[in-house]
């Protein structure tokens, strides 16, 4: 069984917005920094946000200003606010824990959530 479970996602048009969540084991949620990760057609993973289990946010370029990480402790749930979206934020959008010292992830991956940018 996976450790996390990502929903949220769906068909938007440009401009539109969605909020992804994340639900998470209790016993890693509190330990380690969660990153939201994407998979677009033909490419790598790559990791968009982050936040560590003190709230410090990272953000890749092409999300600033627009994405908002964030978490909730007591529901062990992390949240990404995503506005203004993109058609090339299109992808497979997933969750998991890092080790800050390599960004190597730590878990296995759940299934995902899909997001469509689409006029």
């Known amino acids: 069984q996976g450790q996390f479970v990502e929903s949220g996602g769906g068909s938007v048009q440009p401009g539109g917005s969605l909020r992804l969540s994340c639900a998470a084991s209790?016993?890693?949620?509190?330990?380690?920094?969660m990153g939201w990760y994407r998979q677009a057609p033909g490419k790598q993973r790559e990791q968009v946000a982050s936040?560590?289990?003190?709230?410090?946010?990272n953000y890749v370029d092409s999300v600033k200003g627009r994405f908002t990480i964030s978490r909730d402790n007591a529901k062990t749930t992390t949240y990404l606010q995503m506005n203004r979206l993109k058609p090339e934020d299109t992808a497979v959008y997933y969750c998991?824990?890092?080790?800050?010292?390599?960004?190597?992830?730590?878990?296995?991956w759940g299934q995902g959530t899909q997001v469509t940018v689409s006029s």
């Open positions: 209790r016993r890693i949620f509190s330990l380690y920094p």
């Open positions: 998991n824990i890092f080790r800050p010292a390599d960004g190597s992830v730590m878990a296995s």
């Open positions: 936040i560590t289990n003190v709230g410090t946010t």
